[in-house]
């Protein structure tokens, strides 16, 4: 496999967006669109993950791959779990050459996850409120399984007490577990507001820090320690 080198001068995030909008699948799309929702939420991720020591790290639903990218450029191993195929919004070119490795599966109900050994961090940004069942048990399971005792999670999501759209579900309290009945055909299922994804960490994590962004409509949270 061809794999690039990684750039030690720490390139900045706007670097890895122009990189991604060159090779990106829907690169139109993404330029168009998808680069301004990032700038909401990607700025704060850049700076904490720059704070800590390069290892192996676990990014589900990594969308075009821009935090991904950003991550092996610093020195990071970088592992995808996406639901959908590689080449939807990686390409397959892409991935091999920046040497990222891709898992085609759903986090929710495949019996059987992906084999990764466990990792220093693990990134879930922007997945909660498109999940199809209750998150509490996905994100339970993914934890215990790839996040190491010392390992931190990290989440964002959008504040929806701070911004407007329709949900199939007002909280995820009320969702039905993973494989227990039809998923509904909704792009947005999961309403998140502060206390209800507080008390979903919480319920999950021995450890957790919660908070709304000041600066976006978005929610943060960091987490170590999966219960059980």
């Not at 990189?19 to 301004?36: E, G, K, L, T």
């Not at 991935?95 to 898992?103: D, F, K, S, T």
């Not at 329709?166 to 009945?181: I, L, N």
């Amino acid at each position: 496999m061809d794999i690039a080198t990684p750039d030690w001068n720490r390139p900045t995030l706007e670097e890895a967006q122009q990189v991604i909008a060159a090779n990106a699948a829907n690169a139109d799309y993404y330029r168009q669109y998808y680069m301004q929702w990032e700038k909401m939420y990607l700025p704060q991720m850049v700076e904490w993950l720059s704070l800590i020591d390069p290892g192996h790290c676990i990014d589900v639903g990594p969308g075009n791959g821009t935090l991904a990218y950003w991550l092996r450029q610093m020195g990071w191993h970088v592992y995808l779990l996406d639901n959908v195929p590689l080449g939807t919004f990686i390409t397959p070119e892409f991935a091999q050459r920046e040497g990222l490795h891709y898992y085609h599966c759903s986090i929710e109900t495949d019996p059987e996850l992906p084999e990764i050994a466990p990792v220093d961090v693990m990134v879930m940004g922007q997945v909660i409120g498109h999940l199809k069942y209750n998150p509490q048990p996905t994100i339970a399971r993914l934890a215990r399984q790839y996040l190491k005792p010392d390992g931190l999670f990290f989440f964002h999501n959008l504040d929806c007490e701070r911004t407007s759209g329709s949900y199939a579900y007002e909280s995820w309290r009320v969702m039905p577990e993973p494989g227990s009945a039809p998923p509904v055909a909704d792009m947005n299922t999961c309403r998140t507001t502060l206390a209800d994804y507080r008390e979903m960490m919480e319920s999950i994590f021995e450890s957790t820090e919660v908070f709304a962004y000041e600066g976006a409509p978005i929610l943060y949270a960091i987490c170590e320690m999966p219960k059980g």
